[in-house]
């Protein structure tokens, strides 16, 4: 019992560090708690309280995406080393991924605001069908559609279910920020979300083989405004545009030294802007 109550009190004196640290902008006690938030539900206690402050020093902004952005990469390193153990930000993905709403309103505190040089015309996002059905959307998105299709063939994200890719056009009034070339959105804001693709789950497979993930190497990226224009005046066909994708495989190869399998109505496009299957 004893055990019991101190490992409570230990919790939430680190959520309450983690709140304090915020809103004083006391940048060293803010990160030494979020590194600290490592129990399951950890990141929805300390973003409930956030949220109902609703406020945050200006000085933790960038201390927030710095350190989620170092949590992502490490993240994705220990799987590329094969590791089975969670990554880093494993609790906040799974504490907020059935609370978008909650992940949004506590990322517009924590993150800074920024103008992006060129706003996407769209972007893009993979996740489970079921989701997207139910009218469930994320808050990563980006403007790559080969980048989405990865996700939308996780099996370690997706379980059994069947992938979809995504689409949201003039996303600009729900963008809360940018993490090297993902965008993180308020779903709530965004005004039309559209299938691309159903997507059946591959098994067998290891998350980067590149050659299970080129059905939407057609498909502009979401700064082409002329090549989306001309894919929606097409009825969003899946195969894309053959130009695009001619330029996009040519890319792919070159930066992965994956031969990719032509399509004889589309034999090679353009190359997807910000971060390339990074994840």
Not at 114 to 130: H, I, K, N, T, V
Not at 218 to 236: A, H, N, Q
């Amino acid at each position: 019992m004893n055990a019991s109550v101190d490992e409570s009190f230990k919790r939430q004196s680190i959520v309450m560090d983690f709140l304090t640290g915020a809103i004083s902008g006391d940048e060293a006690r803010f990160s030494a708690a979020l590194a600290a938030l490592k129990w399951a539900g950890a990141f929805r206690e300390a973003f409930e309280k956030l949220v109902s402050v609703g406020a945050v020093h200006p000085r933790i902004r960038p201390v927030f995406r710095e350190c989620w952005r170092r949590m992502k990469a490490e993240s994705y390193a220990r799987l590329d080393t094969g590791a089975q153990a969670p990554p880093p930000d494993w609790h906040l993905e799974r504490d907020l991924c059935d609370r978008p709403h909650l992940l949004a309103d506590g990322l517009k505190l924590l993150m800074p605001t920024s103008e992006p040089r060129q706003w996407p015309f769209a972007l893009y996002r993979g996740q489970r069908l079921a989701d997207h059905q139910a009218g469930s959307h994320g808050v990563w998105w980006a403007p790559c559609p080969v980048y989405a299709e990865m996700f939308a063939r996780m099996p370690s994200r997706l379980g059994s279910e069947a992938g979809a890719v995504v689409v949201a056009f003039d996303p600009h009034a729900a963008i809360i920020g940018e993490i090297d070339g993902e965008y993180l959105v308020d779903p709530r804001l965004l005004e039309d979300v559209q299938l691309v693709a159903a997507l059946p789950l591959h098994r067998n497979h290891k998350v980067d083989d590149l050659k299970h993930a080129f059905a939407m190497t057609g498909i502009p990226d979401g700064f082409d405004g002329d090549g989306l224009i001309e894919w929606l005046d097409l009825g969003m066909p899946v195969g894309g545009l053959p130009a695009i994708r001619a330029r996009r495989v040519e890319f792919i190869e070159k930066v992965t030294l994956v031969r990719v399998p032509r399509q004889d109505e589309a034999p090679s496009m353009s190359r997807c802007r910000g971060n390339v299957m990074r994840n």
